[in-house]
């Protein structure tokens, strides 16, 4: 969409008003600098690499453990591309020496074009998408989420880690005291095998919320105490799915600048069939007019 945007802004530097004429020959002028263009090339091949995990995190239905292995694999590709993709992204123009914008083409900086290009944009972006996936997922997180993922009844119990379930209730010290540690331990060894190899009523269960329905069904609750506390904190984290993330982004797209006086029972109404549009999609589109056009009395017919 690159010439689409320099059209656009070529549009509105000859037919704008004053103010927005200077802001987009501003961004013109930016757009059509080597630096933007070569930073595009770069954001491209940076967003392929963490193209899947995205796309893992926006379902409704996560797969946590495998979610992990993703993280993984992305900083994995990232640190690749850092030692090893810069030749492809360069030619032999880089070997001239760097002129700093704004200055004399007579005062030249006292580095090359490869080096400023390869230490403050190339590293630099990498480095900061190294940032975020530490900040996002640092070790407090990634015990957090590992944890939870090895309570999943999913595949027969197969990503269930006794460690990796003791971490998470580390995470937990006012609930899990050192002697409670010890009992939980026992309790998960014994559950294991009573849910995964004993209890046919386990089988092909599917979520954590169905494993809490199950355990009290069958009374397990109170036989596994510790591990039945565990799965409550884990339906109490939104890690199941990007249901939260999803509402902000739509009520950002919904209560823009032209409609911010929206009232909060009208805003709810807008958002649902929003978000739920797989739900929604379902309902033949008379059975909405014909409840809308019987809610009130109305001029015209839909």
């Known amino acids: 969409m690159f010439g689409l945007i320099i059209d656009v802004l070529d549009a509105i530097v000859v037919n704008a008003r004053f103010e927005e004429k200077c802001k987009a020959k501003g961004y013109l002028k930016a757009c059509l600098t080597f630096e933007v263009v070569f930073t595009l090339h ?59 914008p704004g200055r004399s083409r007579r005062r030249v900086s006292e580095y090359t074009v490869s080096q400023h290009y390869r230490v403050e944009v190339f590293c630099k972006i990498i480095d900061w998408q190294f940032q975020e996936f530490n900040n996002r997922f640092g070790e407090v997180t990634t015990d957090l989420l590992l944890g939870v993922a090895c309570l999943n009844p999913t595949d027969s119990f197969s990503n269930f880690d006794i460690e990796k379930i003791l971490r998470l209730a580390d995470l937990y010290p006012d609930d899990f005291d050192k002697y409670s540690m010890v009992d939980l331990r026992f309790q998960l060894q014994n ?45 109490l984290l939104p890690v199941a799915t990007a249901t939260v993330e999803r509402v902000f982004s739509a009520m950002k797209l919904i209560k823009t600048d032209l409609q911010s006086r929206m009232y909060d029972e009208f805003l709810s109404s807008c958002l649902v069939p929003y978000i739920e549009k797989d739900v929604f999609s379902l309902i033949p589109r008379s059975v909405i007019m014909n409840t809308f056009q019987n809610m009130k009395t109305r001029r015209g017919e839909l």
């Open 191 to 235: 559950y294991l095998v009573d849910v995964r190899d004993h209890d046919k009523r386990f089988s092909g269960l599917r979520g954590l919320g169905n494993l809490s329905i199950k355990l009290v069904e069958t009374k397990k609750h109170g036989t596994y105490p510790l591990v039945f506390q565990l799965v409550k904190f884990a339906l």
């Open 42 to 100: 770069l954001m491209r091949t940076v967003l392929a690499i963490t193209n899947e995990l995205n796309a893992a995190f926006q379902k409704k239905e996560q797969d946590i453990a495998n979610v992990m292995l993703l993280v993984g694999v992305a900083k994995d590709q990232l640190q690749t591309l850092r030692k090893e993709g810069w030749n492809s992204l360069i030619d032999e123009r880089f070997d001239e020496l760097y002129v700093i």
